[in-house]
C-alpha cells in the first residue's frame, strides 16, 4: 500500500436535496481509504446526489463532507449516457488530458508524459486505438479509455457511476483487475453497482441507500442473500431497469 491511504473521507449527519426535495439524511460514515465502497440502491434512492456531494458539486443541504484529497487528485467518472464524446478527440489525446489537473492544460507534454500515457493504454488494452476519435469507439473502448484517463491523473479518489453499463465482458475483467489494484495502490474508490456478481467481485464495503437513509452492510450480507429486496432491485448477473 502507499502513502496515500492516509486520505481522508468522512460524512458527518449529512443531509442532501435536489431543489426542495430532501433525498438524504443522516447520512454517517467514514469511507474507508484505499477499499473499494459500492452505493447500492433502487432508481431514484440518490445514489447520485451523494456522489454530486462528496465530488464538492453539490452544497449539502446540512452536515458535511470532510474530505483530505485535493481537488486535484478526484476524478469523477459519470453514467456513460451523460457523457457527451462528440468532442474531437482521440484515445491518446483524451488519456493525457488526466495531466491537465496537475500539470496545466496550456504547459504542453513532455516524454514522461507520452510514454506514461502508453503504459496506461496498453494496460488497458487500448494502444491500437490510440488515434480513434472518441466518437467512433464501443461502449467498451470509449469506458477504458476514461479509466486511462483517472490512472494518468493519478487519482487518489476516484468515484464511478454505473461504469459496467453497455460495456462488454472483456472490459468488465480488465476494468474490475485495474480498479483493484488502484486500491492496493491507494485509491479510494467509491463505485454505483447495480449487478451482484459485480459487487461481489469489487466491494470491500456497501453503502446502501434506501427510502432517504444509508446503511452500512457487510459484503459478507451479500453472500447470505439477507439484504431487503426492495434496496436490491436486481438479481445475480441482471442489470436493473435503469441500466440501458
Ligand atoms: N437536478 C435535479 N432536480 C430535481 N430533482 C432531482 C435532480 N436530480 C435528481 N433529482 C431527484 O433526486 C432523487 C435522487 O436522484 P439520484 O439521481 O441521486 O438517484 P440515483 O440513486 O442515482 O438513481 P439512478 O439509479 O436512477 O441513477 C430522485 O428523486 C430524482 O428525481
Known amino acids: ?19 426542495h ?18 452505493l447500492i440502491g433502487a432508481n431514484g434512492a440518490g445514489k447520485s446526489t451523494l456522489i454530486q456531494a462528496i465530488m464538492g458539486e453539490l452544497r449539502p443541504a446540512g452536515g458535511n463532507v470532510i474530505c483530505s484529497v485535493p481537488s486535484e487528485r478526484r476524478a469523477w467518472l459519470p453514467q456513460q449516457l451523460a457523457l457527451d464524446l462528440t468532442f474531437p478527440m482521440s484515445v491518446e489525446e483524451l488519456v493525457m488530458t488526466g495531466s491537465w489537473p496537475s500539470h496545466g492544460a496550456l504547459k504542453g507534454y513532455c516524454a514522461v508524459h507520452y510514454r506514461k500515457g502508453r503504459d496506461i493504454m496498453a494496460r488497458l488494452g487500448i494502444s491500437h486505438l490510440a488515434h480513434r476519435p472518441l466518437g467512433e469507439l464501443s461502449g467498451g473502448q470509449r469506458q477504458r479509455a476514461l479509466i486511462g484517463r ?6 487518489e479518489l476516484l468515484l464511478l ?20 489494484q488502484m486500491a492496493d495502490d491507494g485509491t479510494t474508490i467509491i463505485i454505483v453497482l447495480h449487478d451482484m456478481d459485480h459487487l461481489r467481485r469489487l466491494a470491500d464495503e456497501i453503502l446502501m441507500l434506501n427510502g432517504g437513509h444509508a446503511r452500512w452492510v457487510a459484503p459478507s450480507e451479500l453472500h447470505h442473500q439477507q439484504l431487503p429486496a426492495q434496496a436490491v432491485p436486481f438479481s445475480l448477473g441482471e442489470h436493473h431497469a435503469g441500466t440501458a
Open 21 to 38: 426535495r430532501t433525498v438524504l439524511e443522516h447520512v454517517d460514515g467514514d469511507i474507508r481509504p484505499g477499499a473499494i465502497t459500492a
Open 1 to 19: 500500500m502507499s502513502q496515500r491511504t492516509s486520505s481522508r473521507l468522512q460524512l458527518k449527519n449529512l443531509h442532501l436535496a435536489q431543489g
Open 150 to 155: 483517472t490512472l494518468m491523473q493519478e487519482a
Open 161 to 180: 457511476d454505473e461504469p459496467f453499463a453497455n460495456v462488454d465482458s472483456d472490459t468488465v475483467d480488465i476494468l474490475i483487475r485495474i480498479l483493484r
